[in-house]
């Protein structure tokens, strides 16, 4: 059997193959480019997933960061809400004062209203009682003529 091996093994093929099993030295250079290739793109990836690692981890702090101060923002709101609350009952509480002043001073207002219309009234006596003592001079100069 050995020697039929030997009949159709292809003498040139012995000599083309290294100690590595491989072909002509073509082959294996290009063999040991593609090593170096997956080797080169192994550390690449590495250093890509430190860099990643590192931008997560700022992510990380930034996110603890931002969630705090987003629970601060909600305090503020709740105390904004409690606020604007209790506005709401000064204003009512204003109001209420409102309407009862109004309903104080609507007589008040009544009596500014008589006191003008006594004014007014004052006024016209006035010129009535002036009217009248000229009429009284002029008829006391005519019945003197």
Request: charge should be negative.
């Amino acid at each position: 059997m050995g020697a039929m091996n030997s009949e159709y093994a292809d003498p040139s093929a012995s000599a083309a193959t290294d100690a590595l099993g491989m072909g002509d030295n073509g082959e294996r250079r290009s063999r040991i480019r593609t090593v170096l290739d997956v080797d080169q793109t192994i550390n690449k990836l590495d250093a890509t997933a430190d860099r990643l690692n590192q931008t997560l981890d700022t992510f990380g702090a930034l996110l603890v960061d931002f969630t705090a101060a987003l629970h601060d923002f909600n305090a503020s709101v709740a105390g904004f809400n409690g606020t604007v609350g209790e506005f709401h009952t000064v204003v009512d509480k204003a109001d209420g004062l409102l309407g009862r002043a109004d309903r104080l001073l609507a007589p008040l207002a009544a009596t500014q209203q008589v006191g003008d219309q006594l004014k007014v009234a004052s006024q016209l006596a006035s010129q009535v009682a002036s009217a009248a003592v000229k009429k009284g001079v002029a008829a006391a100069k005519s019945a003197r003529v």
